[in-house]
């Protein structure tokens, strides 16, 4: 019995609602049909000839259910059922205009299967029953309105029965038409649903492995995450990270629209790692996934300390929440952590965890070769960085500037490095230096390198011999696959002369005084490291003032899409007519104008040196290190020379300048940043000031007054003036040549 | 190209250290200890100090050398300098009265013969 009844019901319909357009689009043709039988009843009724009081009477019932199933006012469900009232009325009147004809009867068949259409159980058992009802009763108390034939109307009940057996028969195989019905378009809809989600499901993942490759940050690629999250799978998503002392940090959230505002306030909350009743440090400590159906308030209570921002997050109406531990090869990374808000009425179950856990493991990921990168990339941009100098010497009568810019962050750490160095013997010792290959191996032979080119060059060895010794340390002791190039120059800011060496490095850029610009391509040889014992050549240039050269890295010339020579040119022609300029700017310049032309994002070292005009009048400001004095000797003896005095003037000069120098030099001996100022002018005679920010020291001793004694006896005239602010010395020498000799 | 730096050879048992280069505030110091060390070590009569080949020198230069001859004069060394008439440090030397304290003398043969000379008086 029990079986009998699950197969009944098991094939009877379910009785779902249609969907509203559906079920429109069938009322509507209900109605018409409704409608042309309240047109054709009365019609039929005066054909009949009844007469027209008799007709309008008995037919009003169709006409009054049509007006009543087409109004919008009453609720869907009724309409149906009036209008399923209507048809059979309309079946019933007609039996009875008819006068109980038989064929009529036929017309109740119709009708019942029409209103099977509605595919609801209430219009049609109602339909059995009305045609029940009205056969039997009116069958009763009128047969001959009911049926035509004589038996029947000796027994209008059993005919009623029979009737009404039949009735249940075309119902049944309406029911078992409509059940099948039903089954089709649930598979359908079904399938169609599945089809839908796992379209959404593989463009979601489409979308993952684009958005979260699309960038080594590990901060973008979080961001990308929760965007990825939200709308498309959750109402929120946050991200957490653990630091590497174990700390959580929330790297990223995101929130639908209209929650937004609420959500901003966690956004820092990030769990106590320790937290045991909090999900995410549960996820983060056992790896596993965590699915809350249904938040309630108590976990908001505990997960979140503030009390604003509890009740900010209770306003959100959080309704369930995922959080996926994003675990990385070796260790958990951090957590994902999905919510809904009752707001857009979606809720997760565990049909939802495989695709977030999917995009999770995606994440993690991404998250873990950002986090290698970064690494890498920070030790090896810290190396670097390093190893270039953080200031560059001040020399008088010379002018430096450099300017190293990182590649893009979609390039490795290159090994550019330059580095100016004051030598012992007063000049110059300027580099520029590339080591093939990237990252944190580039940088640390990049360190090699510059620190044995340092030791070498203090030690006063030449361009060349400093080449020499270099590649022997690369080439014959270094791994075999160790290579850089390297330009090494040495000038000295007192005759003017450059005397340089180049292993295969761009030829350095030669700014003329007047703007003319051209590649310097003498003393080139073969790059360090590429063969044992080369041969370096120096190239020996003097230097006219007001001359700039250049140094760069390829980096500044290299393009994916034009040839070197196009780089080379354009490099050129960004120089011309800039002898003038402030030579920051030009670096700056020359390294904005490559990045707008060309197509790399390789790191870019330029390095530029002036020698600089001194005039009639030059002034300088240079560090109070005893080591200045030598090439200030050195620039102040250049433009003695300029200036006409003999090799014994000269000398005194200098001592008594060097006396005044040496003096600020001891004054300045507190603060490493200290300072002091030359200035030199000639009129005919020559005038030197030294001023610093020291008091004049007394004279202690004899001894400690010689410095004193040496300015006065080789000056014509000293004089000293000390201030709150600092010490000024002023001294006038007449040069024998300048007016007609005084002897000396 | 190097910065300053001494030389030093014997003749007999006078040190003689030749410097080359600039002698200045930043380098004086350093020589002075070369010098010093070297007298030390080997403990000669006297020291030529060779400046020849010194295009500058500035008072603390000048200083050092005083400190130098105070020095020895404590192991009653003598000290000579040989600097040329013709050099432009000759005249600072002149005018820092750094003669007082050492014999200037125009080449090294003739600085030698006047330390030994001198460290033979006083022997005698």
């Known amino acids: ?744 | 190209m190097k910065g300053s730096q001494v030389r030093f050879s014997a003749s007999g048992d006078v040190v003689v250290g030749r410097v080359e280069g600039d002698i200045d505030l930043a380098n004086a110091g350093r020589i002075a200890e070369e010098l010093l060390t070297k007298i030390s070590a080997d403990d000669p009569v006297g020291l030529l100090i060779d400046l020849a080949a010194v295009p500058y020198v500035d008072s603390a230069g000048v200083r050092m050398l005083f400190e130098v001859a105070n020095h020895l004069q404590l192991g009653r060394q003598r000290m000579s300098i040989v600097i040329p008439e013709s050099s432009p440090v000759y005249r600072l030397l002149k005018v820092t009265h750094v003669g007082e304290i050492a014999h200037l003398c125009g080449s090294q043969e003739e600085g030698i013969e006047i330390l030994r000379r001198s460290g033979t008086q006083d022997l005698a």
Request: with cysteine; charged share 25%; glycine share 8%.
């Open chain 1, 1 to 744: 019995m029990k079986d009998i009844l699950r197969v009944l019901r098991r094939s009877l319909p379910q009785g779902g609602k249609l969907p509203e357009e559906v079920w429109w689009s069938r009322h509507r043709g209900i109605l018409v049909l409704l409608w042309l039988h309240a047109v054709a009843i009365p019609v039929y009724a005066l054909i009949r000839g009844y007469p027209v009081w008799h007709t309008l009477l008995e037919s009003a019932i169709v006409p009054s259910a049509a007006f009543v199933a087409t109004t919008t006012l009453v609720p869907r469900r009724v309409r149906t059922a009036v209008a399923s009232v209507g048809l059979l009325s309309s079946s019933a009147v007609l039996v009875h205009l008819s006068g109980g004809l038989i064929e009529m009867h036929f017309h109740f068949f119709v009708m019942v299967t029409v209103v099977a259409l509605y595919q609801d159980w209430i219009p049609f058992l109602a339909s059995i029953a009305y045609v029940l009802i009205h056969h039997g009763m009116l069958g009763a108390l009128d047969p001959s309105s009911v049926f035509n034939h004589p038996a029947a109307r000796a027994d209008p009940w059993r005919w009623a029965g029979i009737h009404a057996f039949f009735i249940a028969g075309i119902s049944a195989v309406c029911l078992v038409t409509w059940r099948l019905n039903e089954t089709v378009l649930a598979q359908r809809r079904a399938a169609e649903t599945r089809l839908k989600e796992e379209q959404a499901r593989l463009a979601l993942m489409a979308e993952a492995g684009r958005v979260l490759t699309s960038s080594l940050e590990l901060e973008a690629i979080v961001r990308n995450l929760t965007r990825l999250m939200v709308p498309a799978v959750a109402d929120t998503c946050v991200v957490d990270l653990v630091e590497e002392d174990g700390s959580i940090r929330r790297a990223a959230s995101a929130a639908a629209p209209a929650i937004r505002h609420l959500f901003e306030s966690i956004a820092n909350d990030a769990p106590d790692p320790d937290d045991d009743v909090h999900p995410v440090s549960r996820a983060i400590r056992t790896g596993r996934t965590e699915l809350i159906e249904a938040v309630p308030d108590s976990l908001v209570a505990q997960a979140i300390a503030d009390a604003d921002h509890r009740e900010a997050l209770r306003k959100t109406r959080p309704s369930s929440a995922i959080i996926v531990p994003l675990a990385g090869r070796h260790e958990i990374l951090g957590a994902v952590t999905i919510g809904t808000v009752e707001m857009t009425r979606r809720r997760f179950s565990s049909e939802n965890v495989p695709l977030v856990e999917e995009l999770a493991g995606r994440a993690a990921i991404a998250v873990e070769n950002a986090r290698l990168y970064s690494r890498q990339r920070g030790a090896a941009e810290a190396l670097q960085h390093s190893l270039l100098p953080d200031r560059l010497p001040t020399v008088p009568g010379l002018g430096t500037a450099a300017r190293y810019i990182p590649g893009g962050p979609g390039a490795s750490v290159g090994g550019d490095w330059y580095d100016v160095l004051e030598l012992p013997d007063g000049t110059l010792g300027v580099a520029m230096g590339d080591v093939v290959g990237h990252g944190v191996p580039a940088a640390s032979l990049m360190g090699q390198l510059r620190n044995a080119l340092r030791a070498y060059a203090l030690d006063g060895y030449p361009p060349v011999e400093v080449m020499r010794r270099l590649n022997y340390m690369l080439h014959d002791i270094g791994a075999p696959e160790h290579m850089a190039t390297l330009v090494y120059a040495t000038f000295d800011p007192d005759e003017g002369r450059l005397r340089l060496t180049n292993a295969g490095h761009p030829p350095p850029l030669l700014i003329g005084p007047e703007g003319d610009a051209s590649f310097f391509e003498e003393g080139g040889g073969v790059p360090l490291g590429a063969m044992s014992a080369p041969r370096y050549e120096e190239a020996s240039l003097v230097l006219a003032p007001g001359t700039t050269l250049l140094l760069y890295t390829d980096g500044l010339v290299e393009d994916r899409s034009t040839s070197l020579e196009e780089g080379f040119d354009r490099l050129r022609s960004a120089t011309l007519d800039r002898s003038h300029d402030d030579l920051q700017a030009l670096c700056d310049h020359v390294i904005l104008r490559s990045m707008r032309d060309r197509d790399s994002d390789d790191d870019v070292a330029v390095l530029a040196l002036r020698y600089l005009p001194l005039g009639d009048r030059f002034s300088v400001r240079v560090p109070a290190r005893p080591a200045i004095l030598k090439p200030l000797r050195a620039t102040l003896r250049r433009w003695l020379r300029d200036a006409g005095a003999t090799e014994q003037e000269m000398y005194e000069i200098l001592a008594a300048s060097g006396e005044a120098c040496a003096n600020a030099i001891r004054h300045g001996s507190g603060p490493k940043t200290a300072t002091f100022e030359v200035e030199a002018s000639r009129d005919g005679d020559v005038h030197i000031v030294v001023r610093d920010r020291g008091r004049w020291r007394e004279p202690r001793s004899s001894l400690g007054g010689r410095g004193l004694m040496i300015m006065k006896e080789f000056m014509d005239e000293v004089d000293l003036a000390t201030s709150q602010k600092g010490t000024e010395v002023t001294m006038r020498r007449t040069l024998s040549g300048a007016n007609g000799g005084t002897d000396r």
